[in-house]
């Protein structure tokens, strides 16, 4: 099987090491890539929004299976244009990516379809969601309807400052058209918890769950990244929970994307809160997370590539004794550029990565990398590496991580240094 990855960061290295090791694929082509994806993929240089480009290409390397990282391009519409061609694409619709495309949107099928969900307002004017604020109880939640790259919410203590962010958004100058509509919604307390499951339009395929660190400081402090760590599987994960999940979140979404004319083809991705040991949806995402997926794929035992030519082909039920995963703990450690989440330098070098590759169990990921003239290997982007191990316990998985961790040797760059705490601490406590 011929195989395109579109994509360019650590989860597109995960994905990329793992469908390189499906003995189904034959050739793994990966548009854009990045230096850590060329050990796996040929990269070719074909930007992940150049939709009619990504389409000729696949059809000139007869490619069998288009697995699309990104929800960008999903919402764009790359999977309808690689479908209008007859390639199968693992990925979903633009019409089945407003799950994550708009948050309004995913809300209104939740409460159509009796998912449980934060009660929510949508509001395309000020003083309405004025109103709404008022009238509802602190803390609250303002988001932006349309993708803002992890920055569009906003959770505010007081009327005043949730006033000001829903003002904020819908002037257009934060968020441009994807504030033009905001979701105001109830806080939910709890412990957060993501949840990924393959769907074909038809069939679910639940696959496993993580817990991500989104604080760039450790303890959770600072502000918001797009994800500085991860473990899976979450440590407070049982039968029960799970079946909530799936049967109370995940199903009915699926059958309501279906029963709403927009059948749902790709990866599930749900952000949970569970509080007393309730599960409620806080948001659906159409792809994998990143670093999630990271510690995911170092979990997984099967021929992914099968799986997802399965999914896309709307077959998943024939494949679904196929995956089993490794019955330990995988953790991932983002290393980031100084300054991110805010600006930082690009071009830096990064040293060691051969060494920080030996350690136990471990393996680098990249995220934001390329190689400059001289051969070395360079930052390119805020989050640069994923650097990510599987042990025994957590605390082997945590110890491996930071042992490769700590072989890389790159001075403008920083990690958290208690990725998995949660789950030690949870520990501990038990002990
Ligand atoms: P989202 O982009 O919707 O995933 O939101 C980003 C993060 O904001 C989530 O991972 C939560 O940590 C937090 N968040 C979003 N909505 C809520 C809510 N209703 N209550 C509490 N936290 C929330
Ligand atoms: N790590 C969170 C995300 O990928 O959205």
């Known amino acids: ?11 597109e290295h995960a994905l990329a090491w ?17 230096a850590g994806i060329e050990d796996s993929a040929i990269c070719v240089p074909i930007k992940v929004d150049q939709i009619k480009e990504l389409v000729a290409f696949a059809k000139e390397k007869a490619i069998d299976l288009v697995v699309v990282g990104p929800e960008g391009p ?13 390639i199968d694409v693992f990925g979903s619709s633009a019409k089945a990516a407003e799950l994550e495309g708009s948050k309004g949107f995913m809300k209104d099928l939740c409460a159509k379809y009796n998912i449980p969900t934060a009660k929510y307002g949508r509001f395309t004017e000020l003083e309405e969601a004025r109103k709404f604020i008022e009238a509802a109880g602190l803390p609250i939640v303002v988001k932006t309807d349309g993708l803002a790259a992890g920055k569009g919410v906003i959770i505010c203590e007081t009327q005043a400052q949730a006033i000001e962010a829903a003002r904020d958004m819908l ?15 109830e806080f939910l307390e709890g412990e957060e918890v993501s949840f990924f499951a393959l769907a074909d339009g038809k069939t679910i395929l639940p ?7 989104k604080r760039v400081g450790d303890g959770d402090t600072g502000l918001n990244t797009g994800g500085m760590g991860a473990y899976s599987p979450a440590h407070f994960m049982n039968d029960d929970i799970e079946r909530q999940i799936i049967e109370n979140l995940i199903e009915p979404t699926i059958a309501g ?21 309730v599960a409620t949806l806080l948001e659906h995402n159409v792809r994998f997370g990143d670093p999630e ?13 099968q799986i997802l030519l399965a999914g896309a082909q709307g077959r998943l039920d024939e494949v679904k004794d196929q995956i089993t995963w490794l019955d330990k703990p995988a953790l991932c450690v983002v290393m980031a550029a100084q300054g991110y989440p805010a600006s930082y330098k690009k071009n830096t070098i990064i040293k060691g990565l051969g060494k920080a590759n030996e350690v136990e169990d471990a393996y680098v990921f990249h995220a934001g990398t390329a190689k400059d003239a001289d051969g070395n290997i360079v930052s390119v982007g805020g989050r640069v590496l994923g650097v990510t191990a599987i ?3 957590i605390a082997k998985a945590q110890a491996n991580a930071y042992a490769s961790v700590d072989c890389i040797n790159w001075p403008q760059g920083f990690c958290r240094r208690d990725i998995g705490w949660r789950a030690l601490k949870s520990d501990s406590e038990a002990a």
């Open 293 to 305: 997926c990271q510690a995911l794929m170092m979990r997984m035992q099967c021929d992914l590539a």
């Open 207 to 213: 696959l496993s769950s993580a817990q991500d660190y």
């Open 391 to 393: 042990g025994a316990t």
């Open 1 to 11: 099987m011929k195989i395109l990855l579109i994509g360019s960061g650590g989860r």
């Open 74 to 86: 999903l919402v764009d519409g790359l999977a309808d244009a690689l479908s209008a061609a007859n």
């Open 18 to 34: 793992k469908l390189a090791q499906s003995e189904s694929c034959t050739e793994l082509y990966c548009a854009p890539g990045n």
């Open 257 to 277: 994307m279906a029963a709403e004319g927009r059948p749902f083809t790709g990866v599930l991705f749900a952000g949970i809160m569970v509080k007393d040991g």
């Open 171 to 185: 002037s257009g100058d934060s968020f441009g058209s994807a504030g033009l509509e905001v979701v105001i919604e």
